[in-house]
C-alpha cells in the first residue's frame, strides 16, 4: 500500500503542475524572505567575530566623563603594554572659506589608535599626515554638505586645523551614527583645552594592545570594582561584540519576522489552493475508495504531493533568498560596523526551507483531511459530497491548534526578544481572525438581505460572493492583510514626522545655543537681539551627580547585591533653577516650591520615572554632589515632562535662590526662519564665543529623515515580502474561481447574457470584495497605528486622510484590475469545450 | 453453487429535516457465483442505492449485506474498501477513469492497491483483451467515450473480481458502442466466473442476465428468479415490460 503511495502521488502529479503552480507561489517569497535575511544573519555574525578586535580598534578601553584621577593613571601606567589616548567631545566646528558651522563630534587621537583594523579616508595617507601637525580629518557626508574640501581650514574652539582628508570609515562607528554627529578626528595634542573647561561634556578614553597575550576581561574583573568606584567604564572585545551582536541580531531578526508575515500569508494561498485542489480530485477519490484504498492512504497521496510541491517551493524560495541575500548588506549598509562578506549559510538555508516546508505541510493538511470524508458513493452519485463538513472534525481542530501553536513557536524562537514574538503573534491571530470574521459577516450579511431591488447584474455579483466555493475569504484575508500592512506603516511614518512638526512647528525655538559661559550670556543674547531674532529662552543649568537616596550613598548601593542600581543612579543631571512651571509640565503630586529661604534641605521637584526609577516620594531626602560640593534636598513635587517638545526640560527643578552661586553653563533659544538666518548667526556667535555650541533643529530634522527614510525603506524592502505575497495569494485566488466560473459564464453565454453582462457581474464582485477588504485592513491598520503610536512613539497618531484614502482606493482598483486580467478569455471559451473538459 | 451475495431485509432511510425518506424499502435476495443479475426501474426507485449498498459504499438504515462471506455491517469503512478491493470490481456509467493517469495505469490502480507485483503485464493482457493495446499510453481524455469505457472494464476485471457491480455501464454511450462494450463485459465475466450485478434502462441489456429484479418505489416489484422459483408468480409482470 505504501509503495502505492508513492506510485500514484507522482503519476496523479504529472498531469496538475500547473494548477500545483499557484500552490508553490504563493509561499516561495516568505521563504525566500526568512532563507535571505538569516543566511545574511549567519554572514554578520561571522564577520563580527572574525572582526571582533578591529571593533573595538584595542584589547580594552578605559573610559570616563572626566580625565582620570591619579589613580587610575596609576592603574593604567600599571598596565602597560601599548597605550593610545582618546578625547572627545561635542563643539561647533566652524569652515571659514564658506562660512558655515556644524556641530560635530570631535575626536582628539594620539598616534597608534585603532591597534587592530584601520581608519579609512581618501586620500589614504591622510590617516597618518593629520596627525603630524595640526591636521583633521572629517566625515565625509558633512564635506559634501557643507561643500568643504581636502585642504580647506577649519576651526574648532581657537585653534585652527588643515583638513587632509575626508574620513570613510572608522572603528566602533556606523554610517548612521556618523549622520547624527558628524566626526572630525584632530591630533589629541592640538585641542583647544579651554573646551574641556568644567561643565562640557567630553569622554576620556585610553586604548590598551597587550602584546603579551594578557586576558582583558580578566583584568577588567580584577580591576571592575576600583574603576567603577573612579567612574570608569571598561570595555573589552568581547563585550563590544556582544553589545554589537545583540543590537545586530535583534535587527535583522525584526525583519526576519516580517519576512515570516509574508510566509504565513503565502500559507494561506497554500491552504486555498490545495482546498480547490481537493475539490476536483473527489472524484478520483472517490474511485480509488470504491477499488479499495483506505481513507488514509487517499490523504497519504495528495500529503505526499504537498510535500513535494513544498519541496519545490522550498527550493526555489531559498534559490531567490540566497540571490535576495547579496543585497541585503547594501540595503543595510549604514547600520553595519564591518563590512559583510556574501556566503551561502546552509543552516539558515534548511531553516528557512524547513519552515515553508513545515508550513506548507500544516497548511495544506487542514483542506486535506476532508479527504478522509470523501464517500465511494460520489463515484456513483456526483453530487453527494461528503467533504464539506470538516469544521466538526476533531482532526482539523487538532490541526488548527498545531498550526498555531507551530506558528506561535517559530515566531517567538525568531523576535528578538519574547514579549516581541507574544505581542507578535498575537497581533497576527487578531489581524486573521477579524479579517476572516468580516469575511464571514459580510457572506452572512448578503446572504440574509441580498441587493433584491438592484439590477441582475449587481444582484448577480453580489450572490457570487456566498455561493458554494467561493473566493471571499481569502481575497479578503488578502486584499485586508495587504492593506493592513502599507497603511500601518505609513500611519507609523506619518505620526513619526507629525511627531517632528509638533515639536519645531509654530513659533518654537529651532535654534539652540548652549555651553554659553555666565559671562556670555548677555553677548549672545544682544548678538541674537542685534540680528532681530527672538531671545525664547535663556536657561542655566548646573552639572551634578546623585550622592545618596534617602540615607543610603550610591557607593553603598552599589556594593550591595540586593539593592538595585538603575541609570537614574549613575547618570550626571543637569538641573536648573526657576520660580514656576513651564507649559511641557504638569504637577501630578506635591506643589512646586519656586523659592528656597536659605535654611534646611532644598525643596526639589523630580520627573515621574526618574522618581520611580530612584524609589523616592514627596518629603524623600535626596544628596547632590554638585561639581564636588554636597547639597541636601528634599522631594517636595513630582511632574510628568512632555519630552518631545523643543524646550528646555530637565529630570530636577530647584527653586531659586539655591544654586544660583553654582558653576552653571547656560542654554539660549531663539527661532530663525531661513537657513541663511540660521548659519548667520551661527557663524557670528561661534566666531566670538568658539566654546558655544549650536544646534539648529532643521539640520537635526534633516538627519533625522535621512535615517527615517533609511530604516523606511529597510522596512519597506521587507514588507515588499508581505505585499507581492499577498498579490500571488490573490491573483491565485482569482484563477482558482477562474475554473469554477468558467462553467457559469458558458451558461449565462448560453441563455443570452453579452460580454459586457459577464464581465460587468465580475467587476461587481472584485468592486465588493476590494471595498471590504480595504476599508477592514484601513480599519485594522488605524488600530495598529494607535498602537503603535501610543505604546511605541508615546505620541498621538498623526492620520493624513489623503495617502490612506489612495492606498485604500489603489487596493480597490488593483483587485478588479487583476480580477478582470485573470478573467480574461472566460467568457470565449465555447460551450462545448467547456462542457467535454475535466474542471 | 457458493453464495456470493446475500440481502436480507434491507432498507435505506435518509433524514430530510423533519421528514423521514424511505428509498429502499426490505429488499432481500441471493446471488451465487457466476450469477448474472438486471436491477431494472424507473428512476428514483433505489437501484443505484441498492448498487452502492451491495458493495459497500453506504451502510443501510436496516438490514443486512453479505458479500463473499463478510457481513458488510460489521466493518469498518476501511475494512469494506478491503473486501472491495478483494472481491468486488466496478463499472460506472460515467466510466471514471482517473484523468491524470494513462489507459494502462488506469487499469493497474486495484491491482497495486492490492499490492501485486504483476500489475503491469495484468493490465496489458487485460487491455489486449478489451482491444486497447495500442492506447495504453493515452489518458482518458483522448480516449473516446466507448473505449474509455472499455478500459473502466479491464479495470473492474484486474483482480479477477468474485462480483461486478456496473452502474449504467452503456448509459453514456451510443447504441453501437455500447453493444460492443456489453459483449466484451460478458465474454471477460464468462472467463473471469464472476457474479455480475447490473443496474440499467436498457431492456436488451438486463434481457441479457440470467436474472432481473424490478424495484418500484424501493421495493422489489418483480424478481425473474422468484417466477421462476413459482414462488410469487402472481405479482410477476413479464420481464420484457421493464423499460415500458
Not at chain 1, 539660549?668 to 557663524?683: D, F, P, W
Request: with cysteine; proline share 4%; aromatic share 8%.
Amino acid at each position: 500500500m505504501n509503495r502505492w503511495i508513492f506510485k500514484f502521488a507522482r503519476r496523479d502529479a504529472r498531469g496538475s503542475i500547473g494548477r500545483m503552480a499557484l500552490f508553490i507561489s504563493s509561499m516561495v517569497l516568505g521563504v525566500a524572505a526568512l532563507v535571505s535575511i538569516n543566511s545574511f544573519g549567519d554572514n554578520l555574525r561571522q564577520a563580527i567575530d572574525a572582526e571582533a578586535r578591529t571593533l573595538l580598534g584595542a584589547d580594552l578601553s578605559f573610559e570616563s566623563s572626566r580625565p582620570f584621577d591619579d589613580s587610575v593613571e596609576a592603574v593604567i601606567d600599571s598596565l602597560g603594554g601599548l597605550q593610545s589616548r582618546r578625547t572627545s567631545f561635542s563643539s561647533m566646528a566652524y569652515f571659514p572659506r564658506t562660512n558655515t558651522a556644524r556641530l560635530v563630534t570631535v575626536r582628539g587621537h594620539e598616534d597608534g589608535y585603532p591597534y587592530y583594523g584601520s581608519i579609512e579616508s581618501d586620500p589614504p595617507e591622510a590617516t597618518g599626515t593629520y596627525l603630524q601637525g595640526r591636521g583633521a580629518l572629517v566625515d565625509g557626508t558633512l564635506m559634501q554638505q557643507f561643500d568643504i574640501r581636502v585642504g580647506d581650514s577649519l576651526r574648532i574652539g581657537l585653534n585652527a586645523y588643515r583638513i587632509e582628508g575626508r574620513l570613510v570609515q572608522t572603528p566602533r562607528e556606523s554610517a548612521a551614527i556618523m549622520l547624527f554627529s558628524p566626526r572630525v578626528y584632530i591630533p589629541l595634542a592640538q585641542v583647544d583645552t579651554t573646551l574641556l573647561a568644567q561643565g562640557s561634556r567630553a569622554t576620556y578614553e585610553v586604548y590598551f594592545r597587550f602584546e603579551d597575550g594578557r586576558d582583558a576581561d580578566a583584568i577588567v574583573e580584577d580591576l571592575g570594582p576600583s574603576l567603577r568606584e573612579a567612574r570608569v567604564g571598561t570595555d573589552t572585545v568581547s563585550e563590544e561584540q556582544g553589545v554589537w551582536s545583540r543590537a545586530l541580531t535583534n535587527l535583522y531578526r525584526f525583519l526576519g519576522l516580517v519576512g515570516f508575515t509574508a510566509l504565513l500569508l503565502g500559507s494561506l494561498g497554500v491552504a486555498s489552493s490545495v482546498n480547490v485542489y481537493v475539490r476536483q480530485r473527489i472524484q478520483t477519490v472517490a474511485v480509488l475508495r470504491c477499488f479499495g484504498a483506505s481513507s488514509w492512504s487517499t490523504v497519504g497521496v495528495y500529503l505526499i504531493q504537498a510535500f513535494g510541491m513544498g519541496l519545490l517551493g522550498a527550493v526555489l524560495g531559498s534559490l531567490i533568498g540566497v540571490g535576495i541575500q547579496s543585497f541585503i548588506p547594501v540595503v543595510l549598509a549604514d547600520f553595519l560596523p564591518v563590512d559583510v562578506t556574501f556566503s551561502i549559510s546552509w543552516g539558515a538555508v534548511l531553516l528557512g526551507s524547513g519552515v515553508g516546508l513545515g508550513v506548507t505541510l500544516l497548511f495544506a493538511l487542514l483542506p486535506l483531511l476532508s479527504v478522509r470524508k470523501i464517500s465511494p458513493l460520489s463515484a456513483l452519485r456526483s453530487e453527494y459530497d461528503t467533504s464539506g463538513n470538516t469544521k466538526r472534525d476533531p482532526l482539523w481542530w487538532l490541526s488548527v491548534f498545531v498550526v498555531i501553536v507551530g506558528m506561535s513557536v517559530f515566531a517567538i524562537i525568531q523576535a528578538p526578544s519574547l514579549q516581541f514574538g507574544i505581542a507578535y503573534t498575537v497581533a497576527i491571530l487578531f489581524v486573521f481572525l477579524l479579517l476572516a470574521g468580516t469575511a464571514r459577516l459580510v457572506m452572512w450579511l448578503l446572504l440574509r438581505r441580498p441587493p433584491s431591488g438592484a439590477s441582475y447584474v449587481i444582484r448577480q455579483g453580489v450572490a457570487n460572493l456566498y455561493r458554494p466555493h467561493n473566493q471571499t475569504l481569502m481575497m479578503v484575508l488578502a486584499l485586508g492583510f495587504g492593506t493592513f500592512l502599507v497603511t500601518t506603516m505609513l500611519l507609523s511614518e506619518q505620526t513619526l514626522l507629525g511627531q517632528i512638526d509638533l515639536a519645531t512647528g509654530g513659533d518654537r525655538p529651532n535654534l539652540v545655543f548652549y555651553d554659553v559661559q555666565p559671562d556670555q550670556v548677555e553677548d549672545v543674547t544682544s548678538a541674537i537681539s542685534s540680528a532681530s531674532l527672538p531671545v525664547l529662552d535663556n536657561v542655566a543649568m548646573i552639572s551634578m551627580r546623585v550622592l545618596s537616596v534617602k540615607g543610603t550613598t550610591v557607593e553603598e548601593m552599589r556594593a550591595d547585591s540586593t539593592l538595585s542600581l538603575s541609570w537614574a543612579h549613575r547618570r550626571e543631571y543637569r538641573s536648573t533653577y526657576r520660580g514656576e512651571l513651564i507649559d511641557t509640565e504638569v504637577l501630578v503630586e506635591g506643589s512646586f516650591a519656586g523659592s528656597y529661604s536659605g535654611s534646611g534641605p532644598i525643596p526639589v521637584s523630580i520627573e515621574s520615572d526618574v522618581a520611580s526609577e530612584l524609589h523616592v516620594e514627596i518629603g524623600d531626602e535626596l544628596i547632590f554632589d554638585v561639581q564636588g560640593i554636597p547639597v541636601t534636598t528634599e522631594i517636595s513635587s513630582v511632574r510628568e515632562v512632555n519630552w518631545q517638545r523643543m524646550q528646555t526640560n530637565f529630570f530636577f527643578v530647584f527653586p531659586k535662590g539655591s544654586l544660583e552661586s553654582a558653576p552653571a553653563t547656560h542654554v539660549v533659544m531663539t527661532r530663525t526662519e531661513s537657513e541663511e538666518e540660521s548659519a548667520g548667526i551661527q557663524s557670528t556667535i561661534v566666531q566670538s564665543h568658539p566654546n558655544i555650541s549650536s544646534l539648529d533643529i532643521s539640520v537635526v530634522l534633516g538627519v533625522f529623515e535621512a535615517i527615517f527614510s533609511r530604516v523606511a525603506f529597510v522596512a519597506r524592502f521587507m514588507g515588499l515580502f508581505s505585499v507581492l505575497t499577498g498579490l500571488i495569494v490573490l491573483s491565485g485566488a482569482v484563477l482558482i474561481s477562474r475554473f469554477q466560473r468558467i462553467e457559469e459564464s458558458v451558461l449565462l453565454k448560453t441563455l443570452g447574457a453579452s460580454r459586457k453582462t459577464v464581465l460587468r457581474i465580475m467587476s461587481v464582485e472584485y468592486l465588493v470584495l476590494g471595498v471590504v477588504g480595504s476599508i477592514t485592513g484601513t480599519i485594522l491598520a488605524l488600530g495598529a497605528g494607535w498602537s503603535i503610536s501610543r505604546w511605541v512613539f508615546e505620541a498621538s497618531l498623526v492620520i493624513e486622510p489623503l495617502p490612506i484614502g489612495l492606498v485604500a482606493v489603489s487596493v480597490v482598483a488593483l483587485t478588479i484590475l487583476i480580477g478582470r486580467l485573470n478573467s480574461r478569455g472566460v467568457y470565449d471559451k465555447s460551450a462545448l469545450e467547456v462542457l467535454r473538459s475535466e474542471l | 453453487m457458493e453464495k456470493v451475495l446475500t440481502v436480507t431485509n434491507l432498507s435505506k432511510t435518509y433524514q430530510s429535516g423533519s421528514k423521514s425518506l424511505t428509498v429502499l424499502d426490505q429488499v432481500s435476495f441471493t446471488l451465487k457465483r457466476g450469477d448474472t443479475c438486471a436491477i431494472v426501474g424507473p428512476s428514483g426507485s433505489g437501484k443505484t442505492t441498492l448498487l452502492g449498498l451491495c458493495a459497500g459504499l453506504d451502510t443501510p438504515s436496516t438490514g443486512s449485506v453479505t458479500l463473499c462471506g463478510n457481513v458488510l455491517a460489521e466493518l469498518s469503512e476501511d475494512e469494506r474498501a478491503r473486501v472491495r478491493n478483494e472481491h468486488v470490481g466496478f463499472v460506472f456509467q460515467s466510466f471514471r477513469l482517473i484523468p491524470t493517469l494513462t489507459a494502462l495505469e488506469n487499469i493497474m490502480v486495484p491491482a497495486e492497491l492490492r499490492g501485486k507485483t504483476d500489475a503491469r503485464p495484468l493490465a496489458e493482457k487485460l487491455l489486449l483483451d478489451v482491444g486497447l493495446e495500442e492506447r495504453s499510453d493515452h489518458f482518458p481524455a483522448q480516449l473516446s467515450g466507448g473505449e474509455q469505457q472499455r478500459v473502466a472494464l479491464a479495470r473492474a476485471f484486474i483482480n479477477r473480481p468474485d462480483v461486478l457491480f456496473a452502474d449504467e455501464p452503456t448509459g453514456n454511450l451510443d447504441t453501437e458502442t455500447g453493444d460492443h462494450v456489453i459483449d466484451v463485459l460478458f465474454q471477460l465475466n464468462k472467463t473471469a466466473e464472476t457474479t455480475l450485478v447490473l443496474v440499467t434502462h436498457d431492456r436488451d441489456l438486463s434481457l441479457r442476465t440470467n436474472r432481473i429484479i424490478r424495484l418500484k418505489g424501493g421495493r422489489i416489484v418483480e424478481d425473474s428468479a422468484a417466477e421462476n422459483n413459482g414462488l410469487s408468480a402472481s405479482s410477476v409482470q413479464p420481464v420484457g415490460a421493464a423499460n415500458e
